[in-house]
């Protein structure tokens, strides 16, 4: 009798707390998985500046410098893939722990969204994307309970911290804010924490000193090829830089894509070929500038063809294949990193194969479904101001691609995709359950 009572509590115990149970299960697994963790050529040279302390801006700098101070518990990746599996793991069991009334359903939401197609191998590769995504999953996170008890002061700071970190890690993120950020003057909540939020990015970069690499020329440089083709005008010859100038039409057809802006710069199959060349000169990139936006002025029809396709592409509207849907392992470095013939890492790979070309990893099919829980929450009187605040996120920095994206590859819109796959866990079901009721009363 005596044991059947234990029994008893410690099954009450555990189901009390399956949620949290779900939350280490998947942050286990995904260590366990990728460890030490999945390295793309930008992961790895944020590594190197991480390791000899010395930085850049191509990429914000912000992940190298977490990453610098991580390196105290191991030389290698395995401190961030932890770091941001653990931020991951954590904000869906604070974000759905009480969410319905079930306990079950409570566990089996934060294993959907955890091991969903566009969310699980993401956030087993050291990528600022994927970091972005479960800062701002955090940031979710907060905003919900903030919404259920707006004076707590613990999830208005853990809020603050997430949205700051956040805004360090891309420099496009700040769009992906700004709804949040409305969200709380909207509130009444205390400016001061909205002009922390914006200004702490600010002193950072002056503390740092990076040294400036000029990231947006990459945007001013595909565009101009795209344009210097449709139109058969070559706006390089007006360019200062002599490389650059250099560049016929026909060279410019042989390496521009728009899948992306590499094949611009390098790797081509002819030892021969030219390429674009990148400046850090001041001069050289107002030149790119002005010239950039002549090209625009000039031909107007032919840019917003340009970004409208590498749009396209990003989504996977005409695309057989999604581009880079995940990456696959750790490139060749000097560093010795490898997965070490991981077999359950190639196992899980290859039940991921099965979604890389489905519905389920094409940002269209995200971007519609966002569109259309916005346009839902919009119509309704009663409005839920947190998932207008997580879909207009959502949105917005998806529809920033259509003027910056220089690559295809799906992990820029992963926020995307993670913020659409939340809100509608909290729009959907109000939205059958207004229809069944409407139904019935209709029937009766």
Known sequence: MQKRRSNTKLSSHVKKHLPLIASCFGFIFSCFVFYPGLLSVDSLDQFQQASNGVFR????PFLSVLWRLLLIFDRGPSPMLIFQNFIFWASLFLFFNKRASSVFLNAALILVVGFWPSNFILMGTIWKDSLMGALLLLASAALSCLHRDAKSKGYLILLSTA??????????????????????????????????????????????????????????????????????????????????????????????TPDGVVPLVCCGPEADQKYV??????????????????????????????????????????????????????????????????????RVLSFYDWFRDSFLLRGWFYFLLAAACLLYLLKQKQKNYFSLTLLSSALLYGISYVFIATTCDFRLIHWLTLATIVASIETIPGMIEKKTKANLNASS
């Open 57 to 60: 801006d191509w990429h914000p």
């Open 277 to 346: 060349q990148f400046t850090n000169k001041p001069d050289e990139l107002e030149n790119v500038r002005s010239t950039w936006v002549h090209a625009i002025l000039e031909q107007p029809r032919a840019y917003f063809r340009h970004r409208i396709k590498v749009f396209n592409e990003l989504l996977g509207v005409y695309r057989s294949s999604v581009c880079a849907p995940f990456h696959r392992g750790i490139d060749a470095n000097t560093e010795g990193f490898s997965l070490k013939n991981n077999l359950l890492f190639d």
């Open 163 to 256: 949205l700051m970190a956040t805004i360090f890690l891309r420099h496009n993120a700040i769009i992906a804010v700004i709804p949040f950020l409305i969200y709380l003057l909207w509130t009444k909540h205390s400016r001061l924490v909205v002009f922390s939020i914006l200004a702490g990015p600010l002193f950072f970069s002056q503390f740092i000193n990076a040294e400036k690499m000029y990231p947006i020329q990459q945007i001013f440089f595909h565009d101009l090829a795209a344009i210097s083709i449709r139109t058969e005008t070559n706006y390089f010859s007006q360019l200062t830089g002599k490389q650059n100038q250099s560049l016929s039409l026909a060279d410019l057809k042989k390496i521009y």
